[in-house]
């Protein structure tokens, strides 16, 4: 099991520092080959299965223009979102899609956990549904709505 545990490219990764290079953020060939490994871990943890970039890609991808993540920060909170990716996706039994989950997960950390992923983490299954396919406003944004 411990070869199938470093099957992930971290080279993939490391491609995505142009994309996140404006936002001042990259990461290290070691924090990529640890966040590929990271992400092969929730993986089996998980008893998941995965085809393509995962879900580590995505949420660089998605997580560069956050303003609670700087260089310090950058390949922990990658790893720690990459983790908890999984498993909610196994807690919501694949109910939200890879995207609708990674947007939500975004909203919520930018939005009132204020880049805590433990918030994050407190959140219940019915707080995941409900974040995707309920109202989605955190609070914060009651002024960005129409008025009925």
Request: proline share 2%; glycine share 8%.
């Amino acid at each position: 099991m411990d070869g199938f545990l470093m099957t992930r490219d971290p080279g993939s990764l490391l491609a995505l520092n142009g994309e996140t290079a404006a936002y001042g953020l990259s990461l290290t060939p070691a924090q990529a080959a640890e966040l590929a490994l990271c992400q092969q871990r929730a993986l089996t943890d998980t008893g998941r299965v995965e085809f393509g970039e995962g879900a580590a890609a995505q949420l660089i991808l998605a997580l560069r223009a956050s303003p609670y993540v700087d260089r310090a920060t950058w390949a922990d909170t990658l790893a720690e979102m990459t983790v908890l990716f999984y498993a909610l996706k196994s807690e919501t039994h694949d109910a939200l899609s890879d995207g609708e989950l990674i947007d939500a997960m975004v909203r919520v950390f930018d939005g009132r956990a204020h880049g805590a992923v433990q918030v994050l983490a407190d959140m219940t299954e019915s707080d995941w549904l409900h974040e995707v396919y309920g109202h989605g406003d955190d609070g914060e944004n009651a002024d960005d709505k129409d008025d009925d």
